[in-house]
């Protein structure tokens, strides 16, 4: 059997030995070798960083974006041969899905977040304009930046697919290149993704890159710009985070580790309501999927001391059901482990838990398997334990990484909080109720130590997408036992790629730098309106100066009549005086706005489409009749859309009256055509 080759520095590596064997979960047959002998760790790191790192800074957010669209559908069309090579590590078709469509999900994800919340552009801006002196000559802003080497993902064997994509995806999107090192046992499978993504052609070189095998001296060359995502055991995680390299040159190190999730059952829930039976088939789901592999499921569920019988009652009569065997068979709802030894791991972990408790579904050395020898695959059946002493450590520290979850009692929403938080920092948690109060305190009184929580009731029940699924736009990790880390979370997970730097300069250089148009910079008046630009033509800092225009009495009865707000700071002269805001009546804030409109378009046919919003409107100083205003608006940020007849341009928008005070600030948004030759 050959050993799978590593693709690095531009071209795939065979390995210079035979290498370990890898064997089918199922059938116990040679899937593959690994080894990554002959692979020069130092050179793959500094193509990543001398190759990838620069072609993905080339370009932009979204290009970026699109590209990881396009390698999503790409991998769409090959989904059932990765599922096929997925049936080997032991999985079903449904637990194939969650790894497979889930990984491909997490690309679309980015790509949508990216292209929605990330400018078109290289730089990303990180929060407001600080003013930093009294005259407004001296102002900060933060800006995002991508590191400059490589992103060093470090999988688990559990999602050979999903776990490098949820890594990959937004590492890419911040132009960071990767190097993908799968965990052996299931490395075929990551191997054969990687195979179709280099095969796609949509990467650019160096932005991927895949090592099967051990690490060898990678760590000795990481530098300050590398970064580490690990997912894996916590014992491995807290090696490799104090290597002494790592420590050295502050490698930012990401660990998503061991959890002992829990899953708390409301004291509303009765058998028989909606509540009840979510509670249970979720336990059970959590307990079957992936064979209980994942880093997500619930390993103790905690219900309150009167419903432990019925619990345990429902939940037996659901494992009965679980068919255990070769995931070829359709009636299978479980398949193997990924490997004898995971297996072994198991029965050892899962004899520590029952010192504290006692085994009432399941036994840990006979299973009935269809369509498999119950020897050679790594077949376990479902193994569900009570223990009735919650206090005892075991059930809150030994995670048994298979389909085994404990029961346990608790006495008061108190001890239910204290029994969550004893698993000492978790992934994911979930609280299964229609009391709202109870949900309320058990989420936040065991928040700080949980990455996400997950309240499931009758309300919520037909959209929710689970306890054990870690979503793109979710922060996916946990403090403590969990590892500490966190990935995805949307743009959260990019901005880890990148460094956040405090840029202190005048208003015009601070411009010059993002991009964005910052207050005080200069502006751009010319006799063409800002308006009968294309987006090509138009630059930011242009600049539309209108008005003024005189506010009157009538204008304002007008306005109240006319759109219904006769609130009485408008209507009525002695309210509006007795308002400590007010002097006498004043104008609608949407009136000054509306007024603001008036002056500033272009009324004719022309480039700009639509204004689709605005944002961050204040209105500063009031309006009185009387009063004249002026609108001064200047374009701020211009946003071309990949593959679109448009962009977007935001506009700074400044009314001021007749003293030059600010009456009303914010920002217009508008949708602007491209010149027609250059419309996709
Ligand atoms: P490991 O920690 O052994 O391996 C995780 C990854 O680290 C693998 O890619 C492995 O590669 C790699 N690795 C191991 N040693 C080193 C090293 N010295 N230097 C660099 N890389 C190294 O965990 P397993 O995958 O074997 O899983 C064991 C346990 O981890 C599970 O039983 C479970 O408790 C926990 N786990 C937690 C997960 C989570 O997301 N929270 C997910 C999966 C597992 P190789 O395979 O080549 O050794």
Redesign the pocket.
């Known amino acids: 059997m050959a050993a799978l080759r590593s693709y690095v520095n531009g071209d795939w590596h065979t390995p210079t030995e035979d290498g370990v064997p890898l064997h089918d979960a199922v059938t116990g047959e040679e899937v593959a070798r ?1 080894s990554s002998a002959g692979v020069d760790m130092a050179a793959a790191l500094e193509h990543g960083r001398t190759r990838g790192g620069p072609a993905l800074a080339e370009l932009t957010f979204h290009q970026r974006a699109a590209l990881l669209k396009s390698l999503a559908s790409y991998l769409r069309e090959h989904r059932d041969e990765l599922y096929a090579l997925s049936a080997r590590t032991g999985a079903t078709l449904g637990d194939s899905k969650f790894d497979v469509d889930g990984g491909i999900g997490v690309l679309f994800g980015y790509s949508s977040k990216g292209r929605r919340e990330l400018p078109n552009s290289t730089v990303y801006v990180d929060g407001a304009v600080e003013p930093l002196g009294k005259g407004g000559t001296f102002v900060g802003q933060h800006v995002c930046t991508p590191l400059r080497g490589v992103a060093v993902q ?6 050979p697919v999903w776990g490098p994509l949820e890594k990959f995806a937004p590492a890419f999107l911040a132009g960071v290149p990767s190097l993908v ?5 299931t ?1 075929y499978l990551t191997h054969r993704l990687v195979e179709l993504m280099i095969g796609s052609g949509l990467l650019p070189e160096g932005s991927l890159q895949l090592v099967c ?3 060898g001296d ?2 000795e060359h990481l530098t300050d710009q590398d970064l580490v995502s ?8 807290q ?2 985070r104090t290597h002494p390299v790592v420590a050295a040159n502050s490698v930012r190190f990401n660990v ?4 002992l999730n829990c899953s708390v059952l409301g004291p509303d829930a009765e058998p028989g309501s909606a509540e009840f039976d979510l509670f249970v088939k979720q336990l059970v789901t959590e307990m079957t999927v992936k064979a209980g ?4 499921a619930i390993r103790r569920a905690l219900v309150p001391a009167a419903r432990v019988d019925d619990v345990i009652a429902a939940a037996k009569a659901r494992l009965e059901e679980v068919v255990v065997g070769n995931p070829a068979n359709p009636e299978v709802r479980m398949g193997a482990l990924a490997s004898l030894e ?1 297996r072994e ?1 198991v029965r050892r972990s899962l004899k520590a838990l029952l010192e504290a408790g006692t085994l009432v579904h399941g036994d840990p050395d006979h299973v009935d398997v269809v369509d498999a020898d119950p020897e050679r695959g790594a077949f376990l059946s479902p193994l569900l334990v009570r223990c009735d002493d919650p206090d005892q450590p075991q059930p809150h520290e030994v ?1 048994a ?1 298979g389909p085994v979850s404990t029961v346990m009692p608790y006495d008061s929403t108190e001890h239910a909080v204290e029994l969550a938080r004893r698993g000492k920092g978790s ?1 994911a948690g979930s609280v299964v109720t229609a009391d709202r109060e109870f949900a309320r305190e058990v989420v936040l009184g065991a928040a700080s130590r949980h990455g996400r929580m997950l309240v499931l009731n009758s309300d919520d029940a037909a959209e929710s997408t689970g306890h054990g699924s870690p979503l793109p736009a979710l922060v996916h990790g946990g403090p403590g036992r ?2 500490g880390g966190e990935e995805m979370g949307g743009v959260r997970g990019v901005l880890h790629h990148m460094q956040r730097t405090a840029v202190q300069a005048d208003p015009a250089t601070l411009t010059a730098i993002t991009g964005q148009w910052v207050p005080g910079s200069p502006r751009t008046t010319t006799d063409v309106h800002p308006f009968r630009k294309h987006l090509e033509d138009l630059r930011i800092g242009d600049t539309v100066v209108a008005g003024p225009r005189r506010v009157t009495e009538e204008d304002v009865a007008h306005f109240a009549e006319f759109t219904g707000d006769t609130f009485y700071a408008h209507t009525d002269e002695e309210a509006a005086r007795a308002n400590p805001f007010f002097d006498g009546k004043v104008a609608h804030g949407y009136l000054v706005v509306s007024f603001a409109a008036g002056l500033f378009v272009d009324p004719d046919p022309g480039p700009v489409l639509a204004n689709y919003g605005l944002e961050n409107l204040r209105f500063l100083t009031p309006t009185y009749p009387g009063d004249e205003l002026t609108v001064t608006m200047t374009a701020k940020q211009i946003t071309p859309r990949v593959g679109a007849e448009h962009g977007e341009v935001r506009w700074d928008v400044d009314v001021t009256n007749q003293d030059g005070a600010s009456v009303a600030k914010y920002d217009v948004l508008t949708l602007v055509a491209k010149r027609p030759e250059n419309q996709e």
Not at 181 to 185: D, G, V
Not at 293 to 296: E, H, I, P
């Open positions: 690994v470090i999988n688990a064997f559990n999602f090192k799968p965990a052996s046992q490395a095998g051990s690490v990678l760590f690990f997912t894996g055991s916590a014992a491995t995680g090696r490799l998503e580790a061991d959890s592999q994942k880093c997500t995971q791991e995670e990484f992934l969990a590892g």
